[in-house]
């Protein structure tokens, strides 16, 4: 079985652009999680959507904004880039909204922004 | 207050040697989860061990147990018999029952001397 798969795996933009990020989870796993990780916040919850809805969502501003598709994959979006939005993006997908022990993440997507 | 806190930024265990890595975590929640992960230098955060507010018994995962003392609230991390493949990152997290979330720690990196 695949496992969680990201693209793209590296990204540079520069400030004031947007971006997006795609993460397509295990087959059948319909929730689907983002983080963002940085060495001075460390991993930090982003959003959490589930049969295309969001459910749960981080302390993050606006310009983070993220939906999923009928196939559970999902996208994120990040408007006005700034220099602090450089981090790993990481996606993490399970079968059920309350899998507690089930959350598989990928490879993730590593954004600088300059 | 912060939910997971990992007061260990690095250590290093001698190969075959066993280490603990600690973690302490604060909720007010009866029901929650504790997970370990582990991070190695490609990104991907690999799931190695869960352990449930109302288990009885500590989690073992193979050479990985989780010495759970609740009343401490403390969740440590047991790896036995190191392996150098063992150097990474390594993060304990927390979901509460009432919420969708995890909570990380800053992490520990761990490196196995051979």
């Known amino acids: 079985k695949a496992g969680v798969t990201q693209t793209p795996r590296y990204l540079i933009k520069t400030r004031g652009q947007q971006v997006t990020l795609s993460c397509s989870p295990i087959?059948?796993?319909?929730?689907v999680s983002w983080y963002q990780q940085t060495p001075g916040q460390g991993l930090q919850f982003l959003f959490e959507y589930f049969s295309e809805t969001q459910r749960n969502k981080g302390n993050f501003p606006g310009r983070f904004s993220g939906r999923q598709f009928s196939n559970s994959r999902s996208e994120m979006n990040v408007s006005t880039l700034e220099l602090g939005d450089s981090a790993l993006y990481l996606c993490?997908?399970?079968?059920?909204?309350?899998?507690?022990?089930?959350?598989?993440f990928g490879p993730g997507t590593r954004l600088t922004v300059l | 207050a912060q939910k997971i806190t990992q007061t260990q930024p690095g250590m290093f265990v001698q190969e075959k040697e066993a280490v603990t890595l600690d973690c302490t975590y604060d909720t007010s929640d009866p029901s929650y989860g504790l997970f370990w992960y582990k991070q190695p230098s490609s990104g991907e955060m690999i799931f190695l061990i869960y352990q449930g507010s109302y288990d009885q018994q500590n989690a073992t995962e193979g050479r990985y147990s989780l010495n759970f003392q609740k009343a401490r609230k403390s969740a440590n991390l047991v790896i036995s018999a190191s392996q150098l493949g063992d150097s990474a990152m390594y993060f304990c997290?927390?979901?509460?029952?009432?919420?969708?979330?995890?909570?990380f720690g800053t992490g520990t990196s761990l490196t196995v001397i051979p």
């Open positions: 997290a927390m979901r509460e029952g009432t919420g969708n979330q995890f909570y």
């Open positions: 993490a997908s399970s079968l059920k909204q309350d899998s507690w022990n089930e959350q598989f």
């Open positions: 087959s059948g796993h319909r929730s």
